[in-house]
């Protein structure tokens, strides 16, 4: 699935539901859901792992269209490598 993809699906299934929780309330429930993937992380809990993700890109998604944010555009930072000195793999110093 396409990032634009993403976003559509995500508008379409929650963006009444989005709109009325607001930015704010979204974005807690992504602080939450990364927490959850934290804890799947740190536990080793690999069948568990998949559904974080999916569930931490949706609340990305979500709170994208919530703030107007195309993200396929916005990671184009990333398309010729670091952002910062343009090398792949980053040449930055650690």
Not at 16 to 29: I, L, N, S, V, Y
Not at 32 to 58: C, I, P, Q, T, Y
Not at 77 to 90: F, L, N, Q, V, W
Request: net charge negative.
């Amino acid at each position: 699935m396409e990032l634009s993809e993403l976003q559509s699906l995500m508008r379409a299934t929650y963006g009444d539901r989005d709109a009325g929780r607001g930015p704010d309330a979204t974005f807690r429930w992504l602080t939450e859901e990364v927490g959850e993937l934290a804890r799947a992380l740190r536990k080793g809990d690999r069948a568990n792992l998949e559904l974080e993700f999916s569930d931490v890109l949706a609340w990305v998604a979500s709170l994208a269209n919530l703030e107007g944010v195309d993200l396929e555009a916005a990671i184009q930072r990333y398309a010729d490598g670091c952002p910062k000195c343009h090398s792949r793999p980053c040449e930055c110093p650690l």
